[in-house]
């Protein structure tokens, strides 16, 4: 029943094969399969190396130890976890066999494979809920911080990232290292993950203060490099600049006004059709010279890069017969958005360095070196995520790390020129994506105050599962921007914003009324564009509150630096839940409404509209107002003046 080889003890019972070894600081990980043998496979957690735990068996029981995580194993594979001796997690047995062993009348395991035609299983892990807050998992469109009570879809969408790890106030982390597709349910009764099909189990467990899990994790799944410096500032961006000249003139807007502009981002149908992966002409005469001009200015240009491909692309054919797109069970093509196309598969290294040979010669040569990885789900005309079929399995066994492979094949193809200031936008996540150098963005969402504090929370939660890189479109994708209540939505976003890792101006702001350039079903010319989107675009008043927000931005270019880098040296992220740095304080963890802003200020936003006065609760220590000046002893709540033009942030002393 149980047996220890190299370090690792093993479990087997009725079919089953359990293997449990440690990993990582004050780690364990589980394994398990009803197959003849484990698979290899560590997606995650790949070339991290095994330790050496404390093992002890007998007939009916055994116990691994790794620092101060400990889990033991009865008689029928029950396994509980403890750190520093206190019980923190326990899978959930419904099966009475313990106390009458011929009778098992309810039958409920804690492991419970369910078997799918061709080999895989279904499979399903419960744990005992506990009396507990959980945080992280990613990005989902709620507004709740604390994730006790939710079902979570394992699934990449547009505006939903899965990253399946979480920090629990108990006072542990858990992995579920798998990228198929299922769901996660933390019930007041119990916690059940669920895979739709997958050859085994396989999860991660570590113990420790907030930062010490984060700082576990990220160790073993990869951080983050060092943020370049020349990104730290404004990021300028809309749907969508159609011409060379309107990029440049915009440019010239910012220089000649004064305002440092770090980036500015070329959005999609640039290029001539899906898959071509290159600037049409007619519109785009001399990227290069475009280049040259905006580095004169300290600009640097950023470019969207789809991974649909058309099938009436130059690529298409070719791409199809060498196995480099991803294939629909049922259909001929998987995205339908202004053109009949197909998707190419991030999970084959061949069809990523095809795409990045494509890119390279197209963008990178001009001197284009950051790309806007957008659709990277990658989205679906319908998510029938049984319906494709991927170089490494099907979507619903691996799907997940999608995304992440796709970040890959930029990262590797910049590195290999030489590059150093890597910072890719992309539009979604997995496990680790961190150490691929994208900047991961909320996706298209829509433009009111409810989806603010949607995106406060996802902030949050998505640096806690690791990925410290983060931002949003400020105002939001689908808005009317002559809406008059627009204006004070915008000043609140970009105010927070400002207070974040990218500071960036996105959207299709509506209503869509300017003519298209030319007549064509295809290329830069035929597909819609928003309205102005500059910092000057919303009036006077609101540009000076904004001018005044990026010089501000500015002004703490230094304490961004070092707040970045510790994000690539130990995986903190950028915003923090005021736990993260205030564990013992137990209102921190109760708080839903302000962050840390790297280890030194506490950050209040205002995410309701007509709000002009709000409540703060400062944790204990001394804080200063950072728009008065007034000092505060913490540990109590206050109430603070915020004016539209102001966002609460107080200064720890």
Same mark, same amino acid.
């Given at each position: 029943?149980?047996?220890?080889?190299?370090?690792?003890?093993?479990?087997?019972?009725?079919?089953?094969?359990?293997?449990?070894?440690?990993?990582?600081?004050?780690?364990?990980?589980?394994?398990?399969?009803?197959?003849?043998?484990?698979?290899?496979?560590?997606?995650?957690?790949?070339?991290?190396?095994?330790?050496?735990?404390?093992?002890?068996?007998?007939?009916?029981?055994?116990?691994?130890?790794?620092?101060?995580?400990?889990?033991?194993?009865?008689?029928?594979?029950?396994?509980?976890?403890?750190?520093?001796?206190?019980?923190?997690?326990?899978?959930?047995?419904?099966?009475?066999?313990?106390?009458?062993?011929?009778?098992?009348?309810?039958?409920?395991?804690?492991?419970?494979?369910?078997?799918?035609?061709?080999?895989?299983?279904?499979?399903?892990?419960?744990?005992?809920?506990?009396?507990?807050?959980?945080?992280?998992?990613?990005?989902?469109?709620?507004?709740?911080?604390?994730?006790?009570?939710?079902?979570?879809?394992?699934?990449?969408?547009?505006?939903?990232?899965? #990253?399946?790890? @979480?920090? &629990?106030?108990?006072?542990?982390?858990?992995?579920?290292?798998? =990228?198929? +597709?299922? $769901?996660?349910?933390?019930?007041?009764?119990?916690?059940?993950?669920?895979?739709?099909?997958?050859?085994?189990?396989?999860?991660?467990?570590?113990?420790?203060?907030?930062?010490?899990?984060?700082?576990?994790?990220?160790?073993?799944?990869?951080?983050?490099?060092?943020?370049?410096?020349?990104?730290?500032?404004?990021?300028?961006?809309?749907?969508?600049?159609?011409?060379?000249?309107?990029?440049?003139?915009?440019?010239?807007?910012?220089?000649?006004?004064?305002?440092?502009?770090?980036?500015?981002?070329?959005?999609?149908?640039?290029?001539?059709?899906?898959?071509?992966?290159?600037?049409?002409?007619?519109?785009?005469?001399?990227?290069?010279?475009? #280049?040259?001009? @905006?580095? &004169?200015?300290?600009?640097?240009?950023?470019?969207?890069?789809? =991974?649909? +491909?058309? $099938?009436?692309?130059?690529?298409?054919?070719?791409?199809?017969?060498?196995?480099?797109?991803?294939?629909?069970?049922?259909?001929?093509?998987?995205?339908?958005?202004?053109?009949?196309?197909?998707?190419?598969?991030?999970?084959?290294?061949?069809?990523?360095?095809?795409?990045?040979?494509?890119?390279?010669?197209?963008?990178?040569?001009?001197?284009?070196?950051?790309?806007?990885?957008?659709?990277?789900?990658?989205?679906?005309?319908?998510?029938?995520?049984?319906?494709?079929?991927?170089?490494?399995?099907?979507?619903?066994?691996?799907?997940?790390?999608?995304?992440?492979?796709?970040?890959?094949?930029?990262?590797?193809?910049?590195?290999?020129?030489?590059?150093?200031?890597?910072?890719?936008?992309?539009?979604?996540?997995?496990?680790?994506?961190?150490?691929?150098?994208?900047?991961?963005?909320?996706?298209?969402?829509?433009?009111?105050?409810?989806?603010?504090?949607?995106?406060?929370?996802?902030?949050?939660?998505?640096?806690?599962?690791?990925?410290?890189?983060?931002?949003?479109?400020?105002?939001?994708?689908?808005?009317?921007?002559?809406?008059?209540?627009?204006?004070?939505?915008?000043?609140?976003?970009?105010?927070?914003?400002?207070?974040?890792?990218?500071?960036?101006?996105?959207?299709?702001?509506?209503?869509?009324?300017?003519?298209?350039?030319?007549?064509?079903?295809?290329?830069?010319?035929?597909?819609?564009?928003?309205?102005?989107?500059?910092?000057?675009?919303?009036?006077?008043?609101?540009?000076?509150?904004?001018?005044?927000?990026?010089?501000?931005?500015?002004?703490?270019?230094?304490?961004?630096?070092?707040?970045?880098?510790?994000?690539?040296?130990?995986?903190?992220?950028?915003?923090?839940?005021?736990?993260?740095?205030?564990?013992?304080?137990?209102?921190?963890?109760?708080?839903?409404?302000?962050?840390?802003?790297?280890?030194?200020?506490?950050?209040?936003?205002?995410?309701?509209?007509?709000?002009?006065?709000?409540?703060?609760?400062?944790?204990?220590?001394?804080?200063?107002?950072?728009?008065?000046?007034?000092?505060?002893?913490?540990?109590?709540?206050?109430?603070?003046?915020?004016?539209?033009?102001?966002?609460?942030?107080?200064?720890?002393?």
């Amino acid at each position: 029943m149980f047996t220890v080889r190299s370090g690792k003890l093993y479990f087997t019972r009725r079919g089953e094969t359990v293997c449990i070894f440690a990993q990582g600081k004050d780690g364990i990980r589980v394994q398990s399969t009803m197959n003849a043998a484990l698979d290899p496979v560590d997606w995650a957690l790949e070339g991290a190396e095994a330790g050496v735990p404390v093992v002890s068996v007998d007939e009916t029981s055994a116990e691994l130890t790794n620092g101060r995580l400990k889990v033991t194993v009865d008689r029928l594979g029950k396994m509980r976890f403890f750190r520093d001796g206190a019980l923190i997690l326990e899978e959930y047995y419904r099966c009475y066999e313990y106390d009458m062993p011929h009778t098992p009348s309810l039958r409920i395991l804690a492991r419970e494979y369910r078997p799918i035609r061709g080999g895989d299983y279904a499979f399903t892990l419960r744990f005992e809920a506990r009396d507990e807050k959980l945080f992280g998992m990613g990005q989902y469109q709620e507004a709740r911080l604390d994730l006790k009570g939710c079902t979570l879809e394992l699934a990449q969408r547009n505006t939903q990232v899965s #990253v399946p790890f @979480l920090v &629990s106030s108990l006072g542990y982390g858990f992995l579920w290292n798998n =990228p198929a +597709v299922g $769901k996660v349910t933390f019930a007041n009764n119990v916690t059940e993950w669920h895979a739709e099909s997958i050859r085994q189990m396989d999860y991660w467990v570590t113990v420790g203060e907030p930062k010490e899990i984060v700082q576990n994790y990220t160790a073993l799944v990869g951080r983050a490099p060092e943020f370049p410096e020349n990104a730290l500032g404004l990021w300028q961006c809309k749907l969508r600049y159609r011409t060379q000249e309107e990029v440049l003139n915009v440019a010239r807007e910012y220089h000649e006004r004064g305002i440092p502009l770090d980036v500015i981002v070329i959005d999609f149908f640039h290029w001539t059709r899906q898959g071509e992966w290159k600037f049409d002409p007619v519109y785009w005469p001399d990227p290069a010279a475009m #280049v040259r001009e @905006l580095r &004169s200015y300290g600009t640097r240009c950023m470019i969207s890069i789809w =991974p649909t +491909v058309d $099938k009436k692309s130059e690529n298409f054919n070719e791409m199809r017969e060498k196995g480099l797109l991803i294939r629909p069970e049922r259909g001929s093509q998987c995205f339908d958005f202004l053109g009949d196309s197909y998707i190419y598969d991030a999970t084959n290294p061949a069809a990523r360095a095809y795409l990045w040979e494509k890119c390279a010669h197209n963008y990178f040569e001009s001197g284009i070196d950051m790309f806007w990885l957008d659709e990277a789900e990658p989205e679906y005309t319908v998510y029938d995520f049984d319906n494709y079929r991927y170089h490494l399995g099907t979507d619903l066994q691996v799907g997940n790390i999608y995304p992440l492979m796709h970040a890959r094949a930029f990262w590797e193809g910049q590195r290999a020129t030489g590059q150093k200031d890597i910072c890719n936008l992309i539009r979604s996540a997995w496990v680790g994506s961190q150490k691929y150098g994208v900047v991961l963005w909320s996706g298209d969402i829509q433009g009111n105050f409810q989806t603010l504090r949607d995106q406060f929370a996802a902030g949050l939660n998505v640096g806690l599962a690791g990925i410290p890189w983060w931002t949003t479109d400020i105002g939001g994708f689908f808005v009317n921007v002559k809406d008059p209540k627009h204006k004070e939505l915008l000043l609140r976003w970009f105010e927070w914003a400002t207070f974040g890792p990218v500071l960036r101006m996105h959207g299709d702001k509506g209503p869509s009324e300017i003519p298209l350039l030319d007549d064509r079903d295809w290329g830069g010319g035929f597909c819609h564009t928003g309205l102005a989107n500059e910092l000057w675009s919303y009036g006077d008043d609101v540009y000076e509150v904004l001018k005044g927000y990026v010089e501000l931005r500015e002004r703490m270019k230094p304490y961004l630096t070092e707040v970045m880098r510790e994000a690539s040296e130990n995986g903190s992220p950028v915003m923090r839940p005021l736990f993260y740095e205030f564990p013992s304080d137990e209102a921190c963890w109760s708080c839903e409404d302000a962050y840390m802003f790297g280890p030194k200020y506490l950050v209040a936003p205002v995410l309701y509209e007509g709000m002009t006065r709000r409540t703060v609760y400062l944790p204990k220590g001394k804080w200063r107002d950072m728009n008065t000046g007034e000092t505060y002893e913490g540990g109590c709540t206050i109430t603070v003046a915020a004016p539209v033009e102001i966002i609460p942030v107080f200064e720890r002393l």
